[in-house]
């Protein structure tokens, strides 16, 4: 341990969740061991894991550094800090006019056929200002860290013109330079066809290939690309092509696969090698041993397969019996799932995907870094990784999905800086 000083000692942790372990995605039984301490501790310095694990072993180890700080937490769960890999964060407006017709029976696919859904948001997008998406999306960065988030993937996708694609963008980039949390971007021109482009998806994905991608590219505003592969959006041919222009640009790929149909959008995400698959609610046997094959991580959303009211949810069980790396995700976006709580979603994994306590865990600290690329830094306590975790007011890990439909977070660290204490913001 090469530090001058401890900057902050957190102690008396009644469990210390710390996901140590192998630095790959976990899979399989591996989802299950989040390596645990009782009575732990996490010494911190420069905003990184100086040391960790149980409290007298870490005292030992920063025996003779200054400490700055201590923070007592009264033997109360502590985890690292949440990574949400899938959000659609920035956007105009909302939809909550859809919840009627969704309990009239009118399907999410059918709102948007009728230039509903996506559409809608596209609109109200367009009509947004750059500093009146800002304010919006921190506003849900704000409530997503209260709730325990510390990193959140957000794709673009509501704009579907280069210039309000790249308008998205530049709204993340700004929260990623202004908002203590981490943002990763992902451009998603090919959420939707645009009103304007409607009859002729050809040239629109023609635009997103030879206008989109490469002004993205230029002027570095996203990590990854995503495609909604889906019936009545986009084709397993223009996934395919769209992906793979973006992948000789250097984006890492991502696709919103099989939610609604079985498509062929799994078995395409392990040919191209995606990072991530998500949703998969329809996906085959066949089309997780392609994923599987190709590391491909499952990425589902529980929380949107609730929203939509459906009666099927992504087989869960079955990916991590097949040896798949699982995660899990808010999908926060104003149509499918407008929620910015990671601790609904744990609930949810629980309970309709049937996923345990430690599952949900590591589907969403561990697994959720690697599907946002990000596996080396975070989603997990170990020394030299960034100081990212929460403290809640619960006694154990279960009790997290247990007790639901309430906050649970009281401390939220942020590369080493409290930005959330008692529950409030304080940064
Ligand atoms: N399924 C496609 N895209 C989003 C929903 C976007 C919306 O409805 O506005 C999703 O991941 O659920
Ligand atoms: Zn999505």
Redesign the pocket.
Known sequence: MNVQQIDLLVYNIGSLVTMQGHPGPRAGESMSNVAAVKNGAVAIADGKIAAVGPEKEVRDKISGLTIIEELDAQGRLVTPGLVDP?T?LV?GGS?EHELTLKLQGVS?LDILAQGG??LS?VRATRQSTEEELYQKARTSLDIMMLHGATTVEAKS??GLTVEDELKQLRVAKQLNDTHPADIVSTFMGA?AVPTEYKGRPEDYVKLVIHEMLPEVKQQGLAEFCDV?C?HGVFTVDESRRILTAAQEMGFGCKI?AD?IEPMGGAQLAGELKCISA??LLAATDEGFERMREAGVIAVC?PA?SFNLRLQKHARARKMIEMGLPVSLST?Y?????PTESLQLVMTLGCLNLGMTPEEVITALTINAAHAIGRGDTIGSLEAGKQADLVIYNAPSLAYLPYHFGINHVDTVIKKGKTVVSNGQLVY
């Open positions: 899938h659609h956007h939809r999410y859904g996506i948001t996708g509501y959420h909604f889906e919103h939610e998500e949703h959303l949107t999908d976006n104003p149509g499918s799932s």
